[in-house]
T-cell receptor
Framework: KAGVTQTPRYLIKTRGQQVTLSCSPI?????VSWYQQTPGQGLQFLFE???????NKGNFPGRFSGRQFSNSRSEMNVSTLELGDSALYLC????????????FGPGTRLLVL | QKEVEQDPGPLSVPEGAIVSLNCTYS??????FMWYRQYSRKGPELLMY????GNKEDGRFTAQVDKSSKYISLFIRDSQPSDSATYLC?????????FGKGTKLSVKP
């Protein structure tokens, strides 16, 4: 069974631009969560999608948004990029709930200049 | 006080040693407790998953949860160089996972 895939793997943007990251969950998984990982703050929850609906949201500004498609694939968007948005963005999928086994993708490393 | 506290290390041990990794937390509502392992430039990988208090063993790994003390542990027996990674504890709270910052472990041959 294929794992969680994320594209692109690396991205360089400049301040003020916007970016869209993509995540394909494991086949059959309906819950997709997004996380931001930085050396200073560690792994922080962004949001979770289930059946095309945002079910939970972390404490991030509205510049961070996401969506989920009917095939469970998910995208996250960051608008008006700031230097502090440089991070590893991780996507994780599980069958139904975050309490279940979550499988992480390799992440997208975003650098904002 | 942060919700989840984890000593960042780094922790360096010789091959074959018993490793003890720990996290403390403040929210008594947490029910699900996990340990993830993350190798450099990779996503986290679930190692252990525990519901409520008690012990769980899987091969060389043992997870312990003490809800009365708000303290969780991961023990690694007969540690191997391949165990060198960052270990993150995580807890489920209000529908999302809250992670510790991770402990970097190095097992020397």
């Amino acid at each position: 069974k294929a794992g969680v895939t994320q594209t692109p793997r690396y991205l360089i943007k400049t301040r003020g631009q916007q970016v869209t990251l993509s995540c394909s969950p494991i086949s059959g998984h309906r819950s997709v969560s997004w996380y931001q990982q930085t050396p200073g703050q560690g792994l922080q929850f962004l949001f979770e999608y289930f059946s095309e609906t945002q079910r939970n949201k972390g404490n991030f500004p509205g510049r961070f948004s996401g969506r989920q498609f009917s095939n469970s694939r998910s995208e996250m968007n960051v608008s008006t990029l700031e230097l502090g948005d440089s991070a590893l963005y991780l996507c994780a999928s599980s069958l139904e709930r975050v309490q279940e086994t979550q499988y992480f993708g390799p992440g997208t490393r975003l650098l904002v200049l | 006080q942060k919700e989840v506290e984890q000593d960042p290390g780094p922790l360096s041990v010789p091959e074959g040693a018993i490793v003890s990794l720990n996290c403390t937390y403040s929210n008594s509502a947490f029910q699900y407790f996990m340990w993830y392992r993350q190798y450099s430039r990779k996503g986290p990988e679930l190692l252990m998953y525990t519901y409520s208090s008690g012990n769980k063993e899987d091969g060389r790994f043992t997870a312990q949860v003490d809800k009365s003390s708000k303290y969780i542990s991961l023990f690694i027996r007969d540690s191997q160089p391949s165990d060198s990674a960052t270990y993150l504890c995580a807890m489920e709270g209000q529908g999302n996972l809250i992670f510790g910052k991770g402990t970097k472990l190095s097992v020397k041959p």
